[in-house]
């Protein structure tokens, strides 16, 4: 056996106790489980619960009592009894490694691929701290995505972090499928919080396909699952590309979606006791998102950086409801997909004048700031007239900024679906071409 196989063995062997503590049930209300005796409870602490009409289910310590804790299940209580046993299993532990690369974990970083996976020799904490904030570097060089959108008016660099803001259908998922396959990276960890179980298989053999599977991690946990799980798979995927980070690699993370984290924390909040305040979300919703989002980033000293795209479902394209408010506060861009753009087949399904990357300008050059905002300028005067337009209402000559952009919209129009494997300085090149084609038959008419 090679010395990492040993070294990861002799870590579990080593994590294992020779005592055992048991509490019992003493309590079932409001869906979760009063236990006592089982000496040292700690909040966040796993435990077994025993009996149950000969099932056994995990749980985890959500409240602390003076005489014992609150447990919630990952399974229902259904069959729980005054005085089943409960086992407490202690700090429940996350120790990735090289060997997960091309590999499928659960929260608990076991496999769900079928075939057997080495832990690494150290564990990594599910909730750890950002590096420190005077330590770290300045976001990096732009990354090339091979989407024409991304490499031009929407650029995206390293270390960023952007939110990506849609309802369900628009082709969320897609996106994030080129994301694995194109951005440039040296890892890609993705975390599927709360998907459809029969959409894994889907996701993996199809949207991200051969190419992107061979350097990425994915850690799912699926719609059926405790919210214990849901919540956990987004830390452990962070805790994955934090691994990775240290290591000196450069770390793309992908993280589908936040909102499923927000709605398993609010599950898990309110049956601890926490109150409702958020439109229905706890007070602690806040400081949940943003200190997950503050964990990437760009990294201190030595370690690599962490480009992170995370998703937002947004129900009716509320861009102020709770967590995707508190998310775009945080992020370093937002791209807004608007379900009418995808009803009329233009994909990616990006609303340009909603969206934004704050890696601009500095991510550009004097003359690619000035293509982008005449894209953006011409795009804005377009749908600021859309509706004289379509009616009929605009006659011709009226406004040189209209007359321009209706000459240019269904060329950038088509520039936003193109979806290329070239670089940067070809999109700007063509972008350039568009606009000067525009104002070419501009003097044209004008002739």
Not at 110 to 135: I, M, T, V, W, Y
Request: a neutral charge; one cysteine or more; charged letters at 25%.
């Amino acid at each position: 056996m090679a010395d990492g196989g040993l070294d990861s063995l002799r870590s579990e062997i080593a994590a294992c106790g020779a005592v055992h503590q048991l509490g019992q049930v003493a309590g079932v209300a409001r869906g979760v489980l009063r236990v006592v005796g089982g000496g040292n409870w700690c909040l966040g602490d796993r435990v077994r619960l025993l009996g149950m009409n000969g099932r056994t289910a995990g749980g985890e310590i959500v409240g602390l009592e003076e005489n014992g804790a609150t447990i919630l299940s990952d399974d229902v209580a259904e069959g729980a009894r005054i005085g089943d046993r409960v086992l407490h299993l202690g700090r429940c532990r996350i120790m990735p490694d090289a060997g997960w690369i091309g590999r499928i974990v659960d929260p608990f970083g076991q496999p769900l691929d079928g075939r057997p996976l080495r832990n690494g020799r150290s564990e990594c904490a599910l909730r750890a701290s950002p590096p420190p904030a005077g330590e770290r570097r300045r976001l990096g060089p732009r990354l090339e995505t091979g989407v024409s959108v991304f490499n031009t008016l929407l650029p995206l660099v390293r270390g960023q972090r952007i939110g990506i803001f849609a309802g369900s259908g628009v082709g969320k998922s897609s996106l994030l499928g080129k994301f694995a396959r194109r951005v440039e990276s040296d890892v890609t960890v993705i975390a599927l919080i709360g998907e459809r179980g029969r959409e894994l298989r889907e996701f993996v053999e199809t949207v991200l396909g051969p190419e992107g599977m061979a350097r990425s991690v994915i850690v799912a946990s699926t719609s059926d699952q405790s919210p214990l799980l849901r919540r956990r798979c987004a830390w452990t995927a962070m805790a994955v590309a934090e691994y990775f980070r240290d290591q000196g690699c450069q770390v793309l993370l992908l993280a589908d979606s936040i909102t499923r984290f927000a709605e398993a924390h609010r599950e898990v909040a309110l049956a601890a006791g926490e109150p409702p305040s958020l439109r229905g979300f706890p007070p602690s919703t806040s400081h949940l998102i943003m200190s997950l989002a503050e964990r990437a980033g760009p990294g201190a000293g030595r370690s690599g950086d962490i480009t992170a795209v995370f998703t937002v479902l947004v129900a009716g394209s509320d861009m102020d409801e709770p967590v995707a408010d508190i998310l775009r506060g945080v992020l370093d861009g937002h791209v807004v997909m608007d379900r009418q753009i995808a009803e009329r087949g233009r994909y990616p399904a990006i609303d340009l004048l909603r969206s934004v990357s704050r890696s601009l300008p500095q991510a550009a050059n004097d003359a690619q700031n000035a293509l982008i905002s005449d894209a953006r300028r011409l795009l804005g005067a377009y749908d600021r007239a859309e509706l004289m337009i379509q009616a009929g209402l605009y006659v011709a000559g009226s406004d040189p900024m209209i007359d321009a952009a209706v000459r240019v919209w269904p060329l950038l129009d088509g520039f936003l679906a193109e979806d290329e494997s070239a670089d940067s300085e070809r999109s700007f090149q063509r972008l350039a071409q568009i606009l000067e084609k525009a104002k070419d038959q501009g003097m044209a008419s004008a002739a």
